[in-house]
């Protein structure tokens, strides 16, 4: 089964998770509008796209912002790999929209 970020990066931002408190939740453990791109739940396989995520221990802006950040991630080349041809970017996201 492909992981979801929060379960990859063990960032305990997911609902119930360990760093809610302090960072609140993560938009990529709830936002219903990206669940399914690239398998996952909610937006937790395309959490790039997504305002609000967590990386190097700091919460990151927009999806013009961090995009150079994320294109370096072990998880972005993770679930480009595992989804091959079927990847799903940002553009997936947005015609849900």
Known sequence: M???CWEAKKCGRQPGGS?????????????????????GRNGGRVCWAL?????????????AQKLSNCMQCDFYHQVQ?????????????????
């Open 51 to 63: 305002t609000g995520t967590l990386c190097g221990g700091t919460v990151q802006g927009t999806f």
């Open 19 to 39: 760093r809610c408190s302090d960072l609140g939740v993560c938009p990529a453990a709830v936002d219903s509008k990206a669940h399914g791109l690239n398998g």
């Open 2 to 4: 492909n992981q979801n």
């Open 81 to 97: 790999v595992e989804q091959g041809r079927g990847f799903e970017s940002f553009k997936a996201l947005q015609q849900r929209q």
